[in-house]
């Protein structure tokens, strides 16, 4: 019952562990022969856990992107109120918007991914890849 975000690009697809993004936060990873940066903004709780979702453990709200800007590529890093390039200092949000810095009001292109539980994205496409970190 592990969760899990899924990605799928062509035939490559992947499974990343949920434990590890709220370890780093951030990661990148190669899908389909393209970079995809994946990362997690603590604060969002289950509706699975207990009687009221508002008590539920937190298991974050993800985010999965293509981090090039205007042929630019972009690392990341997690901060407090969510994420920075280090290229350029910008802050960003869960949802891929630029709020300040020189890149505010950029937006990264996103990479469809779902949040799940392993057996149920395993059933489907059994042959993903468990990212390794």
């Keep these: 019952k592990e969760r899990v975000v ?3 690009r062509g035939s490559d697809a992947v499974a990343i562990r949920t434990t590890e993004l709220f370890k780093r936060r951030v990661t990148e990873i190669e ?3 393209a970079p995809v940066v994946v990362w997690l903004a603590r604060g969002t709780a289950s509706a699975l856990d207990k009687s009221s979702v508002a008590t539920g453990r937190d298991v974050g709200a993800t985010g999965a992107f293509d981090p090039t800007v205007d042929g630019r590529h972009l690392t990341f890093e997690s ?5 920075r390039d280090r290229e350029t200092g910008s802050t ?3 949802l891929g918007n630029a709020s300040a810095g020189p890149l505010a009001g950029a937006k990264l292109t996103p990479v469809e991914h779902v949040d ?3 057996f149920a994205w395993a059933a489907f496409l059994p042959d ?4 390794d970190f």
């Design 128 to 131: 993903t890849r468990i990212a």
């Design 31 to 33: 899908v389909g022969g």
């Design 79 to 83: 901060r407090k109120h969510g994420f």
């Design 6 to 8: 899924g990605i799928r």
């Design 92 to 94: 960003w949000d869960v």
């Design 116 to 118: 799940t539980f392993w």
